[in-house]
């Protein structure tokens, strides 16, 4: 049998896609970028996606990892490669409350965690705009950051433990769940912000934290970003280090977005030309 027939008889004949089949995952959402995959992959569990992978490599033919698809630079295009994607491999597999932790598969969209621990009093701090579509995996291979870094830092300071597929078809279990764990080598940080290229995240343990009681928002117009430095600063000792999100827009920006939506308006009519406001 050739490489095709191989992962048919691994993921089941439905799970390999082939020809138009693969429009929906070999481009972009955007429509700017365009891949040219042997075939698309669509496993279901880690032994899946190890026995996919060790058939590629024993073939000789390069695997891409795709999870939500929700980059911006093209990053999961491939050329002749093998595309496999993680959007089956989304089963939550435990929320431990009082470990304040939750385990689940590359395939999870994010909205999703941040349900799974609210159901239990909790907060999944991890926050940006694509939370909607965007998948564990890729979060964790692209180590995102979101609005929420400030306070809670990057993706890989949320991560307690992975497992992994290497490109050999090995897997490494590097799921531990301990908050403090200091005995030996951290592997897990070679593989977040990777990219995919030492191996396929295919599950992970993700910190929670104790949901916050009350949240407050504001805009405010500062005369340069020396100024909103401070004020940042200022806020910060005034909460105890609470703030969650500090983010800031040059003038320029205001007046580009007016003239595409002029009846947003400007949000304050004197903030200076070296200004800022967020």
Same mark, same amino acid.
């Not at 597929?165 to 030996?184: F, P």
């Not at 400007?266 to 800022?276: H, N």
């Given at each position: !049998? ?44 880690? %032994? ?28 999961? !295009?491939?050329? =002749?490669?093998? !595309?496999?994607? #993680? ?6 597999? %435990? ?10 598969? *590359? ?17 999944? +701090? ?15 291979? $692209? ?23 290497? *490109?050999? =078809?090995?897997? #490494?279990?590097? !799921? ?33 934290? +104790? ?5 407050? $928002? %504001? $805009? ?5 970003? +020396? ?13 105890g280090g609470r703030v969650e999100a500090f983010e800031f827009m040059p003038r320029?920006? *205001? ?9 947003? =308006? ?5 903030? +200076?030309?070296?200004?800022?406001? =967020?």
């Open positions: !049998m050739g490489l095709i027939e191989d992962l048919q008889a691994v993921v089941g004949p439905g799970q390999v896609l082939t020809g138009a089949d693969m429009a929906g995952h070999a481009r972009d959402w955007m429509g700017k970028y365009q891949g040219r995959p042997l075939a698309v992959v669509r496993p279901a569990s880690t %032994a899946e996606v190890a026995a996919s992978v060790g058939l590629a490599a024993a073939a000789g033919v390069a695997v891409v990892p795709i999870s939500g698809n929700t980059g911006i630079v093209g990053g999961t !295009m491939t050329e =002749g490669g093998l !595309m496999l994607s #993680l959007e089956r491999m989304n089963r939550i597999r %435990a929320v431990k409350r009082d470990a304040r932790l939750v385990v689940a598969e *590359a395939g999870v969209i994010l909205t999703r965690l941040h349900e799974a621990a609210e159901a239990e009093g909790l907060y999944f +701090p991890l926050w940006f705009g694509a939370r909607g579509s965007a998948m564990l995996g890729g979060v964790l291979s $692209t180590n995102a950051g979101g609005s929420n870094v400030l306070r809670y830092g990057s993706t890989r300071a949320l991560c307690l433990g992975i497992e992994v597929v290497l *490109a050999d =078809g090995r897997v #490494l279990n590097l !799921m531990g769940e301990l908050h403090k764990d200091n005995s030996g080598y951290d592997l897990k940080d070679l593989f977040i912000g990777a990219e995919g290229t030492l191996g396929i995240i295919t599950a992970a343990v993700m910190k929670l934290v +104790p949901a916050p009681l009350a949240h407050a $928002t %504001a $805009t405010v117009a500062a005369r340069s970003l +020396p100024d909103a430095l401070g004020l940042l600063n200022r806020m910060q000792a005034a909460t320029t920006y *205001a007046d580009r977005l007016a003239l595409v939506r002029p009846d947003l =308006g400007q949000p304050f009519a004197d903030i +200076p030309s070296g200004g800022v406001f =967020g």
